[in-house]
């Protein structure tokens, strides 16, 4: 099979496409012939040892895929061959074939485009987890996204107007926040050319926001968090700006305000049961058409490190999707 590998860490340039043996599942491993893989900024930052998770070299990258069970191993009971599947793996996707804990691996519908498939989970199930879990958001809240035309962002977007919150979309260029405008917000803000501050003290009557989703972190934090409501909350999601932020502490007792973490994938380890419930909402609102995912680009194995690419310099919008010669579009 091939496979997209990390042999030191560098650059997405520096990953190569290699021919490796079949892997074998184990006890409650499941083996999948993967047709599409989601790309996600934690990719762009375990190929440099940047991200907490450091798996040994060589290794593929890659944490969410769609594809089709090939064999199941020893006391895998809720899974057969043939059936269509997401897993979830950390890393590994990048590749034609994957081992993955059974636990992991979840049935969809046989109709579901993989590419939405493997696009789906990982975003939405985070900005639902933001909104819903540690927000507790409220209908006809104010919900600033910060980076709002990139996958979590778009999602959260989509997500907070569904909930029935008024949504003010923060993202650096006209075209990214014209998608914004297309998927629900009901302002825009133009970071790259606007007050950040000053804009949103307008758009709320000075009384600020709610809640603010933050994939982004840099400079954009400390100026968001000093617009926050009283009592609002503010989601740290990823630093996709690169640079985490430092928060002067005098700013939530001032403003009342919490600074809530949001780690789907511990979430998701610990809490099994909720996000159980979180996923199948989504995969309700998806099948009813309530939400649509927005592909901004797809493109095959070979050209991952283009993909991954892609995501980092932000010049993507909704997600990046790579796929297999399996996949059957």
């Not at 930052?45 to 769609?66: M, R, T, V």
């Not at 191993?73 to 061959?81: D, I, Q």
């Not at 989970?121 to 879990?133: G, P, Q, R, S």
């Not at 909350?233 to 502490?249: D, H, Q, S, T, W």
Request: glycine letters at 10%; charged letters at 20%; one cysteine or more.
């Amino acid at each position: 099979m091939k496979a997209i590998l990390c042999k030191n860490y560098g650059p997405a340039e520096s990953l190569v496409l290699e021919d490796l043996p079949t892997p074998q599942p184990g006890p409650k491993q499941v083996l999948i012939r993967v047709t599409a893989a989601g790309v996600n900024f934690p990719d762009a930052l375990i190929i440099q040892g940047l991200y907490q998770f450091k798996p040994p070299l060589p290794f593929s990258p890659g944490g969410e895929l769609a594809g089709v069970v090939e064999a199941v191993g020893e006391n895998v009971h809720h899974l057969k061959a043939g059936d269509p599947v997401v897993a979830f793996t950390g890393w590994g996707a990048f590749a034609e074939q994957v081992v993955a804990d059974a636990f992991k691996v979840f049935p969809v519908p046989a109709d579901l485009d993989p590419a939405v498939a493997a696009s789906f989970v990982m975003t939405y199930a985070t900005a639902y987890h933001a909104l819903k879990d540690r927000a507790q958001l409220r209908p006809g809240e104010r919900v600033l996204v910060l980076g709002a035309a990139g996958g979590v962002g778009l999602a959260a977007v989509e997500l907070a107007k569904l909930m029935d919150a008024e949504v003010i979309a923060c993202a650096s260029t006209d075209e990214k926040l014209a998608l914004c405008r297309e998927v629900g917000a009901d302002q825009l803000i133009n970071y790259s050319s606007e007050d950040l501050k000053e804009r949103i003290k307008q758009l709320t009557d000075g009384k600020g926001v709610d809640v603010i989703v933050d994939p982004v972190g840099g400079d954009y934090a400390e100026q968001t968090l000093r617009s926050i409501a009283w009592e609002g909350r503010y989601l740290v999601i990823g630093f996709a700006n690169g640079e985490i932020p430092k928060i002067p502490l005098n700013l939530p007792l001032l403003k009342g305000c919490a600074i809530l973490g949001v780690f789907w994938g511990e979430f998701a380890m610990r809490q099994k049961a909720i996000n159980q419930t979180n996923i199948l909402e989504l995969f309700g609102w998806l099948r009813e058409g309530k939400l649509k995912p927005h592909i901004s680009a797809r493109l095959p194995l070979a050209r991952a490190a283009e993909a991954i690419q892609l995501l980092a310099s932000r010049q993507a919008t909704g997600k990046v999707v790579v796929t297999t010669d399996a996949y059957p579009g």
